[in-house]
């Protein structure tokens, strides 16, 4: 079989090797299978067909058995094949014979197991016969010192004293100093966070400490997916590595036998390890398996500390611990986080100087810039380049101050002072605008992120890109998970098929790469109803704080500012504005289906407050020029639009007409005064300036919207009704109660037909008309209709709902004005604690209720003096609310300062 092959001629282990392959190649095996019917390792028959090393003398007649199960069975070739091995192996160098690590405990470099079956098929193509590993050749052009000469550039560090001293404590004890009382036990250490949070200044500062320590220091900066074997070489050089060893060993193997060999204390720190599994395991091995690049340090004076961005490539069960119980947790995890608001701010004076503003702004500033440490680096050196400029170059829209600076980040034109994908914005000190690659990447805030995302696309998930950038599209609050419905998602152009298992990985992985945080949430209540925290002036709520005891399933996702304004410039300036606005607009559509008037709805409607309007927000930061060639989702503005509602329904009704002013201003322009959706925001718009006490302005509004609607929508349409109903109650409130009532009977005489008797749209017209009978002194017929509505109310849609409660404030009135007082107090009584109790005391129902009752409680002489503080609180809160020229403000301003009877 192997006539061809000259043994006479070889003279090196190589040509053995050579002539080894070409017998295996001509059997069609590759060398696992040889390995396997040899019964030795691959890694060590890899190394005998590479020619590395010749077959060893064990187990007894090895040479022979592989030539046998390569199809070599003449007697003759065999002998003739054990001559040429025995002559080779005669003339090697003595020293060469039997290499073994010199320490204590090493095993035959020749038998050490590395697990890397690749080597098969590099054999198969025939370029098996180098000298090397390929690490030892490369690391010629790696160092593994410390880069601690980057401390100075950086300068003071703010905000990390706590994770420092934590780390610190675990250094090993310092040479010549083992009773040292501030070192530990060394271990395993991954920080882990964002891009640009700072976790390479940390470990570099880490680092630095240690040499001042005395302890050996090592520093592998992970660039490429050669680094590590490459650096790792370095490391092994320096640590007494032959060339030989290099050459035959498993690197991974004789590295660590190396360092677990060092009788004094010593710091690894690997950086950058943007993919844990593949750049720290082998091929076909897991990354906390014992035989990679990362192992267990038992029994050593080392540690090792990794900076990653990936934390969900880390066990679950790891901890802030090591744990030497035998589920093998022993790595300790540290997130690395932002700064508060104080070290940000501190950050940025260091780096901009003594011109940029007052420490206050500075602060505003570092907050704005959600206390990411390269944000803030980037931002102080810019501020610090420009108060040098001369005051005449530039113009004005150059930021100069911390002031300046966060207005230009506000006004969502950060082209200047932000980085952006593009690569055209300006580069850090010391990094050159022509930088290209992952150094111009690591020196920008944005790409930064772009690093992560090309990880998740190496690992097969590539939509995680345009999920994070649909996220970026809402508001700055937390986002409920439940708003990103997979079926939505799956019918529109951003993802295709995409069902729940996937979003949830993809969500996963991007927290694991932190680009998000998903944040436990709060399960929604279904029989407590709970009025939202009020809005804040910049429109947005308090995020929820993580509560424990809350179920898996409900999470609520967290986006850093920097991350999504720089996601956000992508989706409106990129190449999908359309897709992104269609996704938006579904989403949000599907999520606020649930009624706003309904108190069990109201959590959820509080949670989604910072995102109803997102859809309006997104197209408005689309350029004119390609906002104007959008083809506009058909349901646009329904979530602004109930939104509205919701502010109305608990109480905000400033707010509230801030919402439909919104949406009738970018609406207008879009889609024309007379659409459905714009007549719709234009009646709600004047039903709240009537609920507020402007009903002179909301009666000329509302007579103008129920034009329109009998004209597109013809005259018994319940859009047409709606309307009809409120003008009525606005005229019943400018005192014009006869024609409010004929248009109520109207209103009910169309609606029972279409609607039926006891829909709540028809008790709400059976309600109002109850009340204007009573205004209008028949009072009979107005307790017969109110007591019915009150009933069928209670029945229907509970006793403490909202509207039920409308009813028990008419049946009040209706009480009083019959002359029965107790009945009224009574009534009076029981409508205050509910109001409160279910709308909150600032709802203006519950601000006319208390009214309501110090109206009933002087007509019966029974005003007491302890109750005017309460009516005092009640009058401030509806200054706030509802303003001064409000019924309830004055009724409440009459009983804080009445004489008690």
């Known amino acids: ?76 070739e065999l002998e003739h094949w054990t001559a040429t091995w025995m002559r080779l192996r005669r003339a090697r160098p003595a020293d060469e014979e039997h290499s073994t690590d010199p320490r204590p405990g090493g095993g035959s470099v020749r038998d050490s197991r590395d697990n890397r079956d690749d080597r098969d098929d590099r054999d198969d193509r025939g370029d098996g016969e180098g000298e090397g590993t390929g690490a030892g050749e490369l690391a010629a052009t790696i160092t593994v010192a410390p880069p601690v000469a980057r401390l ?38 991954v920080l882990y966070g964002m891009g640009g949070i700072g976790k390479s200044t940390v470990a570099l500062a880490l680092a630095d400490r240690a040499r001042r320590r005395v302890i050996r220091t090592w520093w592998i900066g992970v660039t490429t997916a050669a680094t590590v074997p490459a650096a790792m070489a370095a490391l092994a050089v320096e640590l007494g590595a032959t060339r030989h060893e290099l050459r035959n060993a498993s690197l991974p193997d004789l590295v660590w036998r190396y360092l677990r060999a060092l009788d004094e204390p010593w710091l690894l720190v690997i950086d950058n390890v943007d993919d844990p599994a593949a750049q720290l395991a082998l091929p076909g091995g897991e990354l906390l398996d014992g035989s990679g690049w990362l192992r267990r340090l038992d029994d050593t004076r080392g540690m090792v500390v990794v900076t990653t961005r990936d934390r969900s490539a880390w066990p679950a069960e790891a901890g802030p611990h090591e744990d030497d119980s035998p589920d093998g947790r022993w790595v300790a995890l540290h997130p690395v986080r932002v700064l508060a608001d104080e070290d940000a701010g501190a950050a940025l004076r260091a780096l901009a100087g003594p011109g940029a503003g007052s420490t206050a702004e500075a602060r505003t500033l570092g907050r704005r810039l959600g206390g990411l440490p390269l944000a803030l680096a980037f931002a102080g050196r810019f501020l610090a380049r420009t108060a040098r400029m001369p005051a005449h170059f530039g113009d004005q829209e150059v930021p100069r101050t911390y002031l300046a600076y966060e207005q230009v980040l506000r006004a969502g034109a950060a082209g200047p002072v932000l980085p952006d994908f593009d690569g055209t914005s300006p580069a850090l000190d010391g990094a050159s605008p022509r930088t290209t690659g992952r150094d111009r990447e690591r020196a920008l805030v944005g790409p930064t992120w772009e690093l992560s995302l090309q990880v998740l696309t190496d690992q097969g998930r590539p939509a995680a890109r345009p999920l994070l950038t649909l996220l970026a599209c809402f508001g700055c609050d937390l986002i409920p998970l439940e708003l990103l419905d997979p079926a939505t998602l799956s019918t529109g152009p951003l993802f295709g098929k995409l069902g729940a298992t996937q979003l949830w990985d993809l969500l996963d992985a991007l927290a694991g790469q932190g680009l998000i945080e998903l944040v436990p949430s709060p399960a929604p209540s279904t029989t407590t109803p709970v009025r939202p925290a009020r809005p804040s002036d910049n429109g947005s709520s308090a995020a929820a704080a993580p509560v424990s005891g809350v179920t898996p399933a409900q999470w609520q996702i967290w986006l850093h500012p920097l991350v999504q304004d720089s996601f956000r410039r992508h989706a409106v300036h990129g190449e999908r504005p359309e897709d992104y606005l269609e996704a938006v607009t579904a989403l949000l559509a599907g999520a606020t289906r649930f009624d706003p008037r309904d108190p069990e709805h109201w959590t959820w409607w509080a949670r989604l407050r910072a995102h109803w309007d997102a859809a309006l927000g997104l197209l408005a930061d689309i350029p004119g020029a390609v906002r104007a060639r959008l083809r506009l989702p058909p349901e646009l503005l329904v979530a602004a639009t109930r939104g509205g509602r919701f502010l109305r329904a608990t109480g905000y009704p400033t707010q509230a007409v801030a919402a439909y002013e919104t949406v009738l201003a970018m609406g207008r322009p879009l889609l024309g005064a007379e659409h459905a959706d714009m007549l719709a925001a234009e009646h709600d718009l004047y039903r709240v300036m009537a609920a507020l006490g402007r009903q002179a302005d909301a009666e000329p509004g509302f007579r103008r919207v129920l034009d329109a609607r009998v004209r597109l929508l013809g005259a018994s349409h319940a859009d047409t009704l709606t309307t009809q109903h409120y003008l009525a109650r606005t005229l019943r409130e400018l005192g014009h109660f006869t024609e409010a009532l004929e248009l109520l009977k109207l209103t009910l005489e169309r609606r029972v037909p279409t609607l039926g008797p006891t829909h709540r749209d028809t008790l709400t017209t059976r309600n109002n008309i109850g009340d204007v009978l009573a205004e209008l002194g028949q009072l009979d017929e107005a307790q017969e209709m109110l007591h019915a509505v009150w009933a069928a109310r209670g029945d229907i849609l509970g006793p403490t709902h909202p509207a039920t409660l409308v009813t028990l404030a008419h049946l009040t009135r209706l009480a009083l004005r019959s002359g029965a007082a107790q009945r009224a107090a009574d009534h ?17 129902r519950a601000l006319a209720a208390v009214g309501l009752y110090g109206e009933v409680e002087r007509r019966r002489g029974r005003l007491a003096p302890a109750a005017r503080a309460g009516y005092l609180a009640a009058h401030q809160r509806s200054l706030r609310v509802l303003g001064p020229q409000h019924a309830t403000t004055a009724t409440l301003a009459g009983l804080a300062t009445a004489e008690a009877s």
């Open 152 to 189: 100075d550039r950086i300068g003071t560090l703010f905000g990390r004293e706590d994770i420092l001293t934590r780390l610190s404590t675990h250094l090993p004890a310092a040479a010549g100093d083992p009773t040292d009382a501030d070192t530990g036990h060394g271990g395993v250490h």
């Open 1 to 76: 079989m192997s006539e061809s092959i000259d043994l006479a001629v070889i003279t090196t282990n190589v040509e053995f090797g050579r002539a080894l392959t070409s017998v295996r190649l001509r059997a069609r095996l590759s060398i696992r299978a040889v390995a396997q019917r040899v019964r030795i390792p691959a890694s060590t028959a890899g190394g005998y067909f590479s020619g590395a090393h010749l077959p060893g003398l064990q187990p007894a007649d090895l040479l022979t058995d592989m030539l046998r199960a390569c199809g070599v069975s003449d007697e003759a």
């Open 828 to 844: 009076a009584q029981a409508l205050v604690t509910t109001c409160q109790e279910v709308l909150g005391p600032d709802h203006p």
